[in-house]
């Protein structure tokens, strides 16, 4: 059983910034690739970040490049995701999702694992 543990989020004004963490525990953490998703309110969950196994490759989001950076740390087994220049439509519900490969294509594919968080609320204010 994996389970998968987010921190880290809350209330920012626009233009700040806020570092998310996922633990990982329960399988090698450093053998999967590992992502980041968000839900607004109303709207469906959606792909934000993914990271390949050894931190080598990583994609985004169009919204969000240039601005959120994923990490990794498989010493700790923790994922981050840096979320610089924040927006208002950034207010979202965050989850960490475990992928199945240690490859980010898993993320793109729509081939994840279905081991999720339990979110973390980021806001945005104005």
């Known amino acids: 059983q994996v389970e998968l543990v987010e921190s880290g989020g809350g209330l920012v004004q626009a233009g700040g910034s806020l570092r998310l963490s996922c633990a990982a525990s329960g399988r090698t953490f450093s053998n999967y690739a590992m992502g980041w998703f968000r839900q607004a309110p109303g709207k469906e969950r959606a792909f934000v970040a993914a990271i390949s196994w050894s931190g080598g490759s990583t994609t985004y989001t169009d919204s969000v490049k240039g601005r959120f950076t994923i990490s990794r740390d498989n010493v700790k087994n923790t994922v981050y995701l840096q979320m610089n220049s924040l927006k208002l439509e950034d207010t979202a519900v965050y989850y960490c999702?475990?992928?199945?490969?240690?490859?980010?294509?898993?993320?793109?594919?729509?081939?994840?694992?279905?081991?999720w968080g339990q979110g973390t609320q980021v806001t945005v204010s104005s």
């Open positions: 999702n475990a992928g199945r490969t240690g490859w980010v294509r898993d993320f793109l594919t729509g081939s994840s694992s279905d081991y």
